[in-house]
């Protein structure tokens, strides 16, 4: 998938699957994907703005904002940046948001 490409539509059949979230080569964790937010409209670009979220089980530590590769079972890989959120009764979760 060319990130560049992508719309909110992208994902809508994808809420709730399970990803991994390639962290390092030795750490990767699974995440659902929970959320999609369509965003208001600041910039120029065709593509409206949306964000994304996922949720970890990590229940007491989390990582820092960085790029890193989200992998789909069917969708394949993807090279997002994601911020931390915070954690809920299940977990620690992320965002990514396309501007």
């Known amino acids: 998938m060319d990130i560049a490409l992508l719309t909110l539509n992208d994902f809508d059949t994808l809420i ?5 979230i ?3 080569d030795e750490v ?9 937010t369509k965003l208001n409209n600041y910039s120029p670009l065709e593509r409206n703005p949306f964000s ?3 949720r970890t089980e ?11 590769i989200v ?4 969708k394949g890989d993807l090279q997002l940046f ?8 299940v977990g620690m ?7």
């Open 22 to 24: 390639r962290i390092s």
């Open 28 to 36: 990767q964790l699974e995440a659902e994907l929970i959320e999609l």
């Open 52 to 54: 994304i979220v996922f």
């Open 82 to 89: 994601l911020s931390p959120l915070g954690f809920d009764d």
């Open 71 to 74: 992998v789909h079972p069917e």
């Open 93 to 99: 979760k992320y965002e990514a948001v396309f501007s």
């Open 58 to 68: 990590q229940k007491n530590e989390y990582y820092e904002q960085g790029i890193f």
């Open 16 to 20: 709730n699957n399970v990803f991994t």
